[in-house]
Every structure is written in structure tokens, then in C-alpha cells.
């Protein structure tokens, strides 16, 4: 069962990284100062820099997988990793410099407040920092109306990378997480499975470095795909 008074609680930060050296430094000195209580994990996803050699001499945290499988297959393995350990709780936190430890305590915060399985670090709350290319505002506005009028809830920032999970769903990604694109799809499938999801705003930075997962031309196709996806995934409740 899981823990829901806040005490003892095992926390893992879980950090998708795809030639991320220029940034990781960044990121861990940043989780060290504003997230100390939390344990990490590094996913190197088939890095073609120098990345694992930067986990291997500073004596990072790091699992390596044999070849680039996707952000999906990447915090997948991430999930893996907590449940295995035992953690309670578990964040997705990004290896390019974009998200800012100073806000995970306030997510914890109001996961135990509000009971929430899921608390989302939104930028589209207070429309503070880093918002993202117009196309892709566009794109995250489209799915979030999609699972809006699906589900009849509302999730505005659904592509947000900056998350924690609880015990419950640690187990559920461990058994299932999509394989590109996995956030908005997660969100859907979290609200078909009767999980509690809050946002909380967040402010986001431009990328450190290395290459995002979304290129500007796969927009559409982003849009496209993600969208049917969570369309099936809602009939599966039918």
C-alpha cells in the first residue's frame, strides 16, 4: 500500500538524457542544492557524445542502454528502476537544463495535499519563462482540448516533461508507457485509470543543450499521431 502520510518516503529523480553533456552538470548541481533529500537516476539513451563519459567520471547515478530507444523506452527504464528500489515516489525530470529543481518540493507538497497521483509542472498556468515555439503551443492546445472533451478534464501544459508520480503509478508505467511522444498519451491513459492529476505552474528554461525529441516539422505529425492515440486509448474504457 501506499504511503500517503509523507513520512519515510523514498524519492528518485528519474533523468532522460540523449547527448546531454553540455547540460548534466547543470542539472545535478542544481538537484544537489535544491532537491537533496531526492535520489537520482540518469538514463543515458544511447548516447553519441560524451555523456556517459561524464556520468563515469563524476560518478553519477547512471543506467546506459546499448542504443537510442526513445524518450519512451528511456523514462520507461527510469520507472523500472523505482519500482525495483522500492521508491514511493518518482519524478521525471529533464537532462537538457529546461526545469528547475527549486519546484519539486512544491509538487510534493501538493501531491499530499490534494491526494494527487499525479502533479504536473505546467508552464501554461501563469504563462511564466521558456513557453515553447508557436506551433507547439498550438499543438499543446489542440490535445489538451482533445482530452478535455474526452475526459471532461483539463490539462494544460499535457506535454510537460516535469512530473511526479506516486507508488500507483510508478507501477502502471513500470507495466506500460508509450513508446514516442508519451506524455499527453500518459495523461489520457492516468485519467481512464481514475488517477488524480493537479498542476502546479512552473517557470521553464531554454534548453542547455543537446537535441529535443520533437523536431519543428514533426509538428504535425506529432499532433496527428498523439492525438489518435489517445483517442483509442479513451474507447478502451467503452
Known sequence: MWNTSGEHMKKIIIIPAYNEQSSLMHVIDDLKENAHSYDYVIINDGSTDDTLELCREEGFNVITLPVNLGIGASVQTGYLYALEKGYDIAVQFDGDGQHDAKYIDNMYRKMLETGSDMVIGSRYITKEGFQSTALRRTGIMALSKLIKILHRQEVKDVTSGFRMINRKVIESFAEYYPY????????????RKNYRITEVPVMMRARNGGSS?????????????VGLSIIIDYFKKL
Open 180 to 191: 514516442d511522444y508519451p506524455e499527453p498519451e500518459t495523461i489520457a491513459f492516468c485519467i
Open 213 to 225: 525529441s520533437i523536431k519543428s516539422f514533426q509538428s504535425v505529425y506529432y499532433m496527428l499521431k
